[in-house]
């Protein structure tokens, strides 16, 4: 992993959400790299802060949260202010939204959609920019000649959907992809071609962070797997490395669920101080309660944020 | 097509009903048209008086059971004397009522037709309706985009504060205070009487033009001002719906301008709803020149509706009241047709 290849980097992101008057934290202090080539699956449950890491790196978080601390760079520079993240976002940075139906503009059809970022955005002339959405379209399945490009979102399958938000997404030729689960709706058959066509678009050479709840197919379509829990990132290694031999107990919780097809026991209320984790941990002692512990590197470049990794087992 | 067509004849019955409960609440209600145009209270009454009455009411059925009565009304045979044979009558005038397609005729001028003369009065009032219609529009739409733009600024509560206020203003009173304040006994700008000039018949065609133009302002601007609120309070509210939209921040992520993403994606949507308002609003605005027309003396449909129910014209009141009854179903229709016709969803989901 050369420093030259990392395209995105988030560097101790804190970022927290004005609700009813009270602060809540929802990322404290990520760290990830996006590198080039690479799928990177952001894994965790609902409200571990997943989708907010993922508009934070296209700047758009809404307007009642705040980046506390840190910041999203791209290709060394720093994003600081609307000015530069306007020259990066869906260029340099896209983002696909998690409801391809609520995501797409009932009143515009299949090709003036996917060639509206080169239209509007980089100036292209109408024809030029449906030819580049001809093609954005093309990488994600669709014949040329497809009726479904002259149809509206309703008119379109789920699946249909999804690979039409996907073609926006990339239209303009983003270096990086935010795919905020793009397969949460979809069968099994249909998700596994959506985690192809973010291979594929990792292959040509672009970063792409998947956001996904699904631990068993972020291993078997990711390179990378980052856990999140509670705002915090606290494992992060190759995929195949993480699902063999989780190092973090919450890593080995998921991968319980994934195997048994049991719910996982319900999150309680998160801890004020200490390991977040530790009301759920099978592991949890005393100590845990003290500090948070920090993400410690192990063999074969993964980190693990638990001074106790070498006992868990997967139950 | 069929789809049309079933929406029209489902109206046909929603307007019978309409006729029955008109009929019956201009019986119920007091006064006779019979006593209006003979009696004089000051003159006592005389043999010659009391059988004029007498013919009056047999000429229009009104000494008749309501039952005969609505029947004749209704049609499409005539009842009277001069009616159809079937029903004991001469023969002279056999068809009569709704469905021989006749909303009857004036008692005090039996040679005017309620049907052409409602016709001639639409003519004023709906200009002038459609008039107030596209300025309630083009200021509406603007002022609730920016509104929700700026939600939240001083801007957006004034504007808000002004439409709350306009909304619930009684369309007589602004009239009254538009007469006084831009009238002869204001600031004298404007006429506040009619439509046309005593001389309007000597004017050139361009001054003629103006004559109207100045004449209709004032109505105009008192008939669209409560759409105006309605339409600016939708707009706002569309908007700021549309533009939390997970369309738009995808808009947003494909880096488009924040003044393309409003244009092409919040405008377009929030302008849905608005649009298909406009089918339900046009015949609101007939129905709430009754106020306007009067206040400011206009031949319309309104004061003709008004001025009928004075003088107890049973026929010209329920023909009013059937036509608005007609428009406003119409309108519905037009709305929804709208609808389908601008929202691709609807379309798909009929093909």
């Known amino acids: 992993m050369s420093g030259a290849a990392v395209l995105a980097s988030v560097r101790d992101l804190c970022v927290v959400y004005r609700r009813g008057g009270r602060d809540v934290r929802a990322l404290r202090g990520v760290s990830v790299d996006l590198t080039r080539g690479r799928v990177t699956a952001l894994v965790g449950e609902s409200g571990s802060g997943k989708s907010t890491l993922g508009l934070a790196l296209v700047g758009l978080l809404p307007h009642n949260a705040r980046v506390e601390r840190g910041a999203v760079s791209f290709e060394g520079r720093e994003l600081r202010g609307e000015e530069l993240w306007r020259e ?29 970022g080169p239209c509007f955005a980089d100036g292209l002339a109408p024809m030029v920019a449906q030819a580049r959405a001809r093609t954005a379209l093309e990488r994600a399945g669709f014949a040329c000649d497809d009726p479904a490009l002259l149809r509206f979102p309703h008119g379109l399958s789920g699946g249909q959907r999804l690979r039409v938000a996907f073609a926006a997404a990339i239209a303009r030729e983003p270096r990086v992809l935010i795919a905020d689960e793009p397969t949460a709706a979809l069968d099994a058959p249909l998700a596994l071609r959506t985690t192809a066509l973010l291979r594929d678009l990792a292959e040509r050479g672009s970063a792409v962070l998947w956001i996904t709840h699904d631990l068993a197919l972020a291993a078997h379509a990711a390179h990378e797997i980052a856990v999140i829990y509670a705002g915090r990132i ?29 719910p996982a026991p319900a999150a309680t209320m998160r801890a004020e101080s200490g390991c977040a984790f530790r009301g759920r941990c099978p592991l949890a002692r005393v100590s845990c309660a003290t500090s948070e512990p920090e993400l410690v590197e192990l063999a074969g470049g993964r980190k693990v944020a638990c001074p106790f990794h070498a006992e868990v087992r997967v139950p | 097509m069929s789809f049309l067509l079933r929406r029209l004849v489902r109206i046909v019955p929603t307007l019978f009903g309409l006729s029955l409960v008109t009929f019956l609440v201009l019986r119920l209600a007091p006064g006779d048209p019979a006593l209006l145009r003979f009696a004089d209270p000051t003159a006592p009454a005389t043999p010659h008086l009391a059988e004029a009455i007498e013919r009056f009411r047999e000429a229009h059925l009104l000494d008749r059971s309501l039952v005969v009565q609505y029947l004749h009304y209704l049609g499409p045979f005539d009842l009277g004397p001069e009616g159809h044979r079937w029903f004991g009558g001469s023969g002279v005038r056999p068809w009569h009522g709704l469905l021989a397609l006749d909303l009857g005729h004036e008692y005090l001028r039996p040679q005017v037709s309620v049907a052409s003369e409602i016709a001639a009065r639409l003519a004023v009032t709906v200009p002038l309706a459609l008039l107030s219609a596209l300025l309630a529009y083009a200021v509406a739409v603007p002022l609730g985009l920016f509104q929700a733009l700026r939600r939240g ?19 007589f009173w602004a009239g009254l205070v538009l007469q006084l304040v831009f009238g002869a006994s204001g600031l004298d700008w404007l006429p506040t009487l009619g439509l046309r000039h005593r001389d309007a018949a000597s004017l050139d065609a361009l001054e003629s033009a103006l004559d109207l133009a100045r004449h209709a302002l004032l109505p105009v601007v008192c008939m669209s001002y409560a759409a105006l609120a309605y339409v600016s309070r939708h707009m706002r509210s569309a908007v700021l719906e549309c533009a939390c939209a997970d369309y738009v921040l995808a808009a ?67 023909g009013c009241v059937l036509i608005s009854g007609a428009m406003t179903a119409l309108g519905f229709l037009v709305s929804d047709v709208l609808y389908a016709w601008v929202d691709p969803r609807i379309r798909h989901d009929r093909t």
């Open chain 1, 234 to 262: 606290v494992e992060i290694g190759a995929a195949r490395q993480v699902v063999a031999t989780p190092r973090h107990p919450y890593t080995a919780l998921l991968l319980a669920v994934a195997r048994s097809y049991e």
């Open chain 2, 252 to 318: 947003r992520a494909k880096g488009l301008a924040e003044r393309v993403v409003v244009a092409r994606h919040v405008v377009r949507n929030s302008l849905l709803p608005i649009l298909t308002l406009a089918g339900s609003i046009l015949p609101w605005l007939v129905g709430g020149s009754v106020a306007v027309e009067t206040v400011f003396d206009i031949p319309g449909m309104g004061k003709y509706a008004i001025d009928s129910l004075h003088n107890r014209e049973y026929d010209a009141v329920a």
């Open chain 2, 153 to 171: 600024s001083a801007f957006d509560v004034g504007a808000g504060l002004l439409t709350l206020a306009l909304y619930s203003t009684p369309v």
């Open chain 1, 88 to 116: 990066v976002r869906g260029s340099g940075i896209a983002w696909q939204p998690q409801d391809a139906l609520a995501a797409l503009d009932p009143l515009m059809n299949v090709l003036d959609a996917v060639a509206e």
